[in-house]
Structure formats: structure tokens, C-alpha cells
Nanobody
Framework: QVQLVESGGGLVQPGGSLRLSCAAS????????IGWFRQAPGKEREGVSC????????LYADSVKGRVTISRDHAANTVYLQMNGLIPEDAAVYSC????????????????????WGRGTQVTVSS
């Protein structure tokens, strides 16, 4: 059974940092393209970053570029999302997903043929 499990969310003050993790079981993340998405209440889901499974190329949404870094640890079968300089607009449920390709459209990152989703981790940015 394939599972993607996110962790690392929490409450942080504006300007703070968080590192989110997407740990996989039942699937080898290195063989997949992995995307991070977020959804705030009353808003559409937004793709914030994506890492390709072959050469590890990375893509970022315009809204987070320069503040966020996606990376992966093959040994741990985990993909990370390091977020710095958090602002209140970053508050959302962050989820990871596995699919077959990363691309950018309308300023956000997207994932082709998404096969698996995690359940998400809540990020709250507030003073």
C-alpha cells in the first residue's frame, strides 16, 4: 500500500521558517516526480514546488520563489520543502503528491498524472 505522509507543519511567526517532510512507503520517491501543493480555506489549491524524479530538476511557484527550497533524500525516501521568510499568505494545508511530470503554468507548479496524495500538514503563520 502506497502512503505519502507529510509532517513538519505548525505555528510560526512571520519571518520564520519551517521544513516540511513528505515520507513515502510502498513507493520509491526517486522514481517519481513529487509536487508540493497548498490550499488555504476558501482558496483554490496552488502548486508551490516540484522536483523531477530523474535528474532532480526543481520548479517553484512565483509566490514562493526565493523563499522555498525543495529537496529529496533517497536513503530516507523523503522529499523536503524548506520554507523561509514565511508570511501570513503562506498559511495553508500543505500536501505532497507523486506523479509523472513537473511543469509550470500561470505561475504555479503542476504535476502530470498525479497518482498518489498525502493527507497534508497544516502551516499557520501568525504573530
Amino acid at each position: 500500500q502506497v502512503q505519502l505522509v507529510e509532517s513538519g507543519g505548525g505555528l510560526v511567526q512571520p519571518g520564520g521558517s519551517l521544513r516540511l517532510s513528505c515520507a513515502a512507503s510502498g513507493v520509491t520517491l526517486a522514481n517519481w516526480h513529487i509536487g508540493w501543493f497548498r490550499q488555504a480555506p476558501g482558496k483554490e489549491r496552488e502548486g508551490v514546488s516540484c522536483i523531477e524524479g530523474d535528474f532532480g530538476a526543481t520548479l517553484y511557484a512565483d509566490s514562493v520563489k526565493g523563499r522555498v527550497t525543495i529537496s529529496r533524500d533517497h536513503a530516507a525516501n523523503t522529499v523536503y520543502l524548506q520554507m523561509n521568510g514565511l508570511i501570513p499568505e503562506d498559511a495553508a494545508v500543505y500536501s505532497c503528491a507523486a506523479g509523472y511530470g513537473c511543469y509550470v503554468r500561470a505561475g504555479q507548479t503542476l504535476l502530470r498524472n498525479t497518482q498518489y496524495w498525502g493527507r497534508g500538514t497544516q502551516v499557520t503563520v501568525s504573530s
